[in-house]
C-alpha cells in the first residue's frame, strides 16, 4: 500500500498561493492521489483527486509529477478560512473487491496568515 | 440539504456503559465509513460497510460495534470492552464502486465528540 509523507506545518501570506507538497514514492498505477482538508473540529472536507494528470476545479489545482512520485495541491490565493490541516491520501484498498478505504495520516498545517 | 447528519455532537460514556453513535446519510450512498481521531492525530477506520446488511472491520474495530439495516443508516456502539474510547468520531459516506474508482469521494459529517465521566 502505498504511503505519503507531508511536511508537518506550513504557513501562507493570505492572498499569496498557498504550494502543499506530497511525496508518494511507491504509488501503483491505478492509486488516484486525494486531497482533503480539516478544519477544527470539523469532518474532513474532500478537494480534490488525480491520477495522472493535472486536475483543476473551483477549489484547488493539483499537479502531479510524471512519474507521479509526488504531487503539489495549490490554493492560489489563501484566505484566512483556508487555515486548516490537509490530508494527501493515495487510496488504499484491503484487498477485497469494492473497498473503498482512505488512509488519513497527520497531513500538513496550513496556517494562512493576515 | 442533502448530507451526512451525526449525532450529538457530544457524548460522555460512564465506565461500564455501552453508547451508541448515530449517523444518517441523505445522499443515497452505498458505502459508508466510521473513523476515530485522537487529539493531533490522523483517522482510523473502525468499521466500514459498503451494502446493507454487511459490513468489515477497519483497522481498530475492537470495543466497537455497528449495524447496517437500512441503507441511510450507520450506526456505532462503543461497548464497555473499549477501554479508551475519548476521541472524535467521525462517520463519512461514499457512492462506492471498484477499487480505484474515482467514484470513492468521502463525504463527513460534523463528527461525534465522546468523553469518559
Known amino acids: 500500500d502505498a504511503k505519503t509523507t507531508q511536511p508537518p506545518s506550513m504557513d501562507c501570506a493570505e492572498g499569496r498561493a498557498a504550494n502543499l507538497p506530497c511525496n508518494h514514492s511507491?504509488?501503483?498505477?491505478?492509486?488516484?492521489v486525494y486531497w482533503y482538508r480539516q478544519i477544527h473540529s470539523q469532518g474532513p472536507q474532500y478537494i480534490i483527486h488525480?491520477?495522472?494528470n493535472n486536475e483543476t476545479n473551483e477549489m484547488a489545482s493539483l499537479i502531479i509529477t510524471e512519474d507521479r512520485k509526488s504531487s503539489t495541491l495549490i490554493l492560489p490565493h489563501a484566505t484566512l478560512r483556508d487555515t486548516a490541516v490537509y490530508y494527501c491520501?493515495?487510496?488504499?484498498?484491503?484487498?477485497?473487491?469494492?473497498?473503498?478505504?482512505?488512509?488519513f495520516g497527520t497531513g500538513t498545517r496550513l496556517t494562512v496568515i493576515p | 440539504d442533502g448530507g451526512i447528519t451525526q449525532s450529538p455532537k457530544y457524548l460522555f460514556r460512564k465506565e461500564g456503559q455501552n453508547v451508541t453513535l448515530s449517523c444518517e446519510q441523505n445522499?443515497?450512498?452505498?458505502?459508508m465509513y466510521w473513523y476515530r481521531q485522537d487529539p493531533g492525530q490522523g483517522l482510523r477506520l473502525i468499521y466500514y460497510?459498503?451494502?446493507?446488511?454487511?459490513?468489515q472491520k477497519g483497522d481498530i474495530a475492537e470495543g466497537y460495534s455497528v449495524s447496517r439495516e437500512k441503507k441511510e443508516s450507520f450506526p456505532l456502539t462503543v461497548t464497555s470492552a473499549q477501554k479508551n474510547p475519548t476521541a472524535f468520531y467521525l462517520c463519512?459516506?461514499?457512492?462506492?464502486?471498484?477499487?480505484?474508482?474515482?467514484?470513492?469521494?468521502?463525504?463527513f459529517g460534523a463528527g461525534t465528540r465522546l468523553s469518559v465521566l
Open positions: 511507491t504509488i501503483s498505477g491505478n492509486e488516484y
Open positions: 463519512a459516506s461514499s457512492i462506492g464502486g471498484l477499487y480505484g474508482s474515482p467514484k470513492n469521494i468521502q463525504y
Open positions: 445522499l443515497n450512498h452505498d458505502a
Open positions: 488525480g491520477l495522472k
Open positions: 460497510s459498503q451494502i446493507v446488511n454487511d459490513f
Open positions: 491520501i493515495v487510496r488504499v484498498g484491503h484487498g477485497v473487491a469494492g473497498a473503498n478505504n482512505l488512509f
